[in-house]
Nanobody, 122 residues
Framework: QVQLVESGGGLVQAGGSLRLSCAAS????????MGWFRQAPGKEREFVAR????????IYAGSVKGRFTISRDNAKNTEYLQMNSLKPEDTAVYYC???????????????WGQGTQVTISS
Protein backbone atom coordinates (compact mmCIF):
# COMPACT_ATOMS: atom_id res chain seq x y z
CA GLN A 1 0.00 0.00 0.00
CA VAL A 2 1.45 3.31 -1.09
CA GLN A 3 1.54 6.07 1.47
CA LEU A 4 2.72 9.65 1.06
CA VAL A 5 2.72 11.56 4.32
CA GLU A 6 3.31 15.30 4.34
CA SER A 7 4.52 17.30 7.31
CA GLY A 8 5.88 20.75 8.06
CA GLY A 9 2.88 22.91 7.35
CA GLY A 10 1.80 25.69 9.66
CA LEU A 11 1.14 29.38 10.14
CA VAL A 12 3.85 31.92 9.34
CA GLN A 13 3.99 35.63 8.61
CA ALA A 14 4.51 36.97 5.13
CA GLY A 15 8.18 36.96 4.24
CA GLY A 16 8.84 33.90 6.35
CA SER A 17 9.88 30.39 5.44
CA LEU A 18 8.61 26.85 5.81
CA ARG A 19 9.99 23.47 4.82
CA LEU A 20 7.56 20.75 3.86
CA SER A 21 8.49 17.07 3.87
CA CYS A 22 6.85 14.08 2.25
CA ALA A 23 7.76 10.61 3.48
CA ALA A 24 6.94 7.84 1.01
CA SER A 25 6.42 4.14 1.57
CA UNK A 26 5.07 1.21 -0.41
CA UNK A 27 6.64 2.25 -3.70
CA UNK A 28 10.07 2.25 -5.28
CA UNK A 29 10.67 5.88 -4.44
CA UNK A 30 13.76 6.30 -6.58
CA UNK A 31 11.76 5.30 -9.68
CA UNK A 32 9.16 8.06 -9.34
CA UNK A 33 9.20 11.70 -10.18
CA MET A 34 7.92 13.57 -7.14
CA GLY A 35 6.05 16.81 -6.95
CA TRP A 36 4.02 19.28 -4.97
CA PHE A 37 0.61 20.70 -5.74
CA ARG A 38 -1.52 23.12 -3.74
CA GLN A 39 -5.18 23.98 -3.44
CA ALA A 40 -6.51 27.21 -2.00
CA PRO A 41 -10.12 27.52 -0.79
CA GLY A 42 -12.50 27.83 -3.72
CA LYS A 43 -9.77 27.19 -6.27
CA GLU A 44 -8.62 24.24 -8.32
CA ARG A 45 -5.58 22.22 -7.34
CA GLU A 46 -2.52 23.68 -9.04
CA PHE A 47 0.95 22.43 -9.83
CA VAL A 48 3.79 23.87 -7.75
CA ALA A 49 6.96 21.91 -8.52
CA ARG A 50 8.30 18.56 -9.69
CA UNK A 51 11.63 16.80 -9.38
CA UNK A 52 12.88 13.92 -11.49
CA UNK A 53 13.51 10.47 -10.05
CA UNK A 54 17.26 11.08 -9.94
CA UNK A 55 16.86 14.57 -8.52
CA UNK A 56 18.85 16.13 -11.32
CA UNK A 57 15.96 17.98 -12.97
CA UNK A 58 13.30 20.27 -11.55
CA ILE A 59 10.31 22.24 -12.82
CA TYR A 60 8.52 25.09 -11.05
CA ALA A 61 5.33 27.01 -11.52
CA GLY A 62 6.01 30.60 -12.43
CA SER A 63 4.37 31.87 -9.26
CA VAL A 64 6.92 30.13 -7.01
CA LYS A 65 10.06 30.09 -9.13
CA GLY A 66 12.95 31.70 -7.29
CA ARG A 67 11.22 31.38 -3.92
CA PHE A 68 10.59 27.63 -3.58
CA THR A 69 13.09 24.80 -3.91
CA ILE A 70 12.14 21.16 -4.38
CA SER A 71 14.58 18.42 -3.42
CA ARG A 72 14.66 14.76 -2.53
CA ASP A 73 16.66 12.22 -0.61
CA ASN A 74 16.24 8.82 -2.22
CA ALA A 75 18.05 7.12 0.66
CA LYS A 76 15.33 8.40 3.01
CA ASN A 77 12.39 8.04 0.60
CA THR A 78 11.59 11.66 1.28
CA GLU A 79 11.02 14.77 -0.77
CA TYR A 80 11.09 18.35 0.44
CA LEU A 81 9.77 21.76 -0.48
CA GLN A 82 11.69 24.70 0.92
CA MET A 83 9.47 27.76 0.75
CA ASN A 84 11.00 31.20 1.25
CA SER A 85 9.66 34.74 0.94
CA LEU A 86 6.17 33.44 1.56
CA LYS A 87 3.18 35.51 0.54
CA PRO A 88 -0.46 35.43 1.69
CA GLU A 89 -1.39 34.06 -1.74
CA ASP A 90 0.71 30.98 -0.99
CA THR A 91 -1.91 29.98 1.58
CA ALA A 92 -3.27 26.56 0.60
CA VAL A 93 -3.29 22.89 1.38
CA TYR A 94 -0.08 21.45 -0.08
CA TYR A 95 -0.12 17.94 -1.50
CA CYS A 96 2.73 15.58 -2.21
CA UNK A 97 2.44 13.74 -5.53
CA UNK A 98 4.20 10.77 -7.13
CA UNK A 99 4.30 10.31 -10.89
CA UNK A 100 5.78 7.52 -12.99
CA UNK A 101 7.02 10.01 -15.55
CA UNK A 102 8.86 13.29 -15.27
CA UNK A 103 7.00 15.79 -17.41
CA UNK A 104 6.28 19.49 -17.58
CA UNK A 105 2.57 18.62 -17.65
CA UNK A 106 1.00 18.56 -14.18
CA UNK A 107 -0.66 15.22 -14.78
CA UNK A 108 -0.80 12.25 -14.54
CA UNK A 109 -0.19 11.71 -10.85
CA UNK A 110 -0.31 8.13 -9.64
CA UNK A 111 -0.33 8.77 -5.90
CA TRP A 112 -1.32 11.65 -3.62
CA GLY A 113 -0.61 12.52 -0.03
CA GLN A 114 -3.33 13.69 2.31
CA GLY A 115 -2.16 17.30 2.34
CA THR A 116 -0.76 19.74 4.87
CA GLN A 117 -2.12 23.22 5.55
CA VAL A 118 0.10 26.23 4.95
CA THR A 119 -1.25 29.60 6.09
CA ILE A 120 0.56 32.87 5.49
CA SER A 121 -0.58 35.90 7.46
CA SER A 122 -0.12 39.42 6.14
Amino acid sequence: QVQLVESGGGLVQAGGSLRLSCAASGLTFSSYAMGWFRQAPGKEREFVARISASGRSTIYAGSVKGRFTISRDNAKNTEYLQMNSLKPEDTAVYYCAASRTYTARPYPVEYWGQGTQVTISS
